[in-house]
C-alpha cells in the first residue's frame, strides 16, 4: 500500500501536466477556440477584438434597397430595428444605413434588454433580442436578418470576437424564437430579393405582436398572464417559459476534448504503473 501511494504521489503531478497539454492541444483544435485567442491578442494591442470594420459591397446594396423601399413609400425613419443572429450581419448593416438616413447607429448589449429600454428617435438599434424582449412600436422599420445558422455560425468564427459562441450556444433554438417573435408582428412582410433580410413596416394600429402571440397561446389552451414576450415565446415554441442567456446555453460544449485528456492522462499514468 505504501508504494501504490507513494507512486501515485509521484504520478498524479504528470498526470495533471498529460492532462492539461492534452486538453489544450484538444481545444486548439477548433477554429472557434484559435479565433477567441485571435481576438484576445487583437484587444491587448488594439483595444478591440473584432477584425477592423470593411465596408461591404453586398450589404451597401442591401441598404440601397431597404432605402428605395422606404422612399417609394414616403417614409423617413426616425427609428429604426435591426434584429438577427450573432453573425448575421446586423452591425455591417446598421453602419451602412446609418450613412444613408444620418440616424445614430447603435448596439445594445444583452443585458440591457433584460427590462423595457428607452429607445431614442434618430437612432437605429440592434441586437438579437431587441424582438423578442421589448415594445417595438418606436420602430417605424423592423428588419429581421433571416441567416442560414452555418453561415451565421462562420461569420462569428471569422470576426475573431466572442467566437466561442458558435460552441456553446444553440443557434437553432435562437433562431426558432427570433423567426417567431417575427412573424407574430403585424403588417405586411417585405422581402429583399437576392437576400437574408426580411421587413415590416409599422402598421397604423402597431406591429401588436404580444397582442397576437398572447392570442395564438390562449388558442392551445395556455395561461398567459404574468410573462414576459420573451417567455411566451419560449412556451409558444417550447411549451417551457424562459428568459435571458440560459436557455441557449449548451451545456457540455467542450466535453470532448476535456474526458479525451482524462483518458490520456489516465491511461499514461496506469502504463507507468504497471510497467515500474
Do not use: H
Not at 7 to 17: E, G, N
Not at 80 to 100: E, F, M, N, V, Y
Not at 140 to 152: L, S, T
Amino acid at each position: 500500500m505504501g508504494g501504490f501511494k507513494k507512486f501515485y504521489k509521484k504520478t498524479l503531478p504528470d498526470m495533471a501536466i498529460t492532462f492539461v497539454s492534452t486538453t489544450v492541444k484538444n481545444l486548439l483544435a477548433r477554429d472557434t477556440v484559435r479565433s477567441a485567442i485571435r481576438g484576445e491578442v487583437r484587444k491587448i494591442i488594439t483595444g478591440n477584438r473584432e477584425k477592423f470594420y470593411q465596408e461591404v459591397l453586398t450589404v451597401d446594396d442591401y441598404a440601397d434597397k431597404i432605402m428605395k423601399i422606404l422612399n417609394d413609400r414616403g417614409i423617413s425613419p426616425r427609428c429604426i430595428c435591426i434584429d438577427g443572429l450573432p453573425g448575421s450581419g446586423k452591425s455591417t448593416l446598421g453602419r451602412s444605413l446609418a450613412k444613408r438616413t444620418g440616424l445614430k447607429w447603435r448596439t445594445l448589449c444583452w443585458k440591457e434588454l433584460n427590462k423595457a429600454y428607452p429607445f431614442n428617435e434618430g437612432r437605429i438599434y440592434e441586437n438579437i433580442r431587441l424582438i423578442r424582449t421589448q415594445d417595438i412600436d418606436d420602430f417605424d422599420i423592423i428588419i429581421y436578418i433571416d441567416c442560414a445558422m452555418e453561415e451565421a455560425q462562420n461569420r462569428v468564427i471569422d470576426r475573431d470576437r466572442n467566437a466561442a459562441l458558435a460552441d456553446v450556444v444553440d443557434f437553432s433554438r435562437m433562431k426558432r424564437i427570433g423567426d417567431t417573435a417575427f412573424e407574430m408582428l403585424d403588417g405586411e412582410e417585405i422581402r429583399i430579393e437576392g437576400s437574408p433580410i426580411r421587413i415590416k413596416l409599422r402598421p397604423e394600429k402597431g406591429y401588436r405582436d404580444l397582442e397576437n402571440l398572447k392570442t395564438r397561446l390562449e388558442a392551445k389552451g395556455f395561461d398567459v398572464e404574468g410573462f414576459s414576450k420573451e417567455e411566451l415565446l419560449f412556451i409558444y415554441c417550447y411549451e417551457k417559459p424562459q428568459s435571458g442567456l440560459s436557455p441557449y446555453v449548451k451545456l457540455g460544449a467542450y466535453k470532448n476534448e476535456i474526458l479525451s485528456g482524462i483518458y490520456t492522462a489516465v491511461s499514461k499514468a496506469l502504463v507507468a504503473r504497471y510497467l515500474t
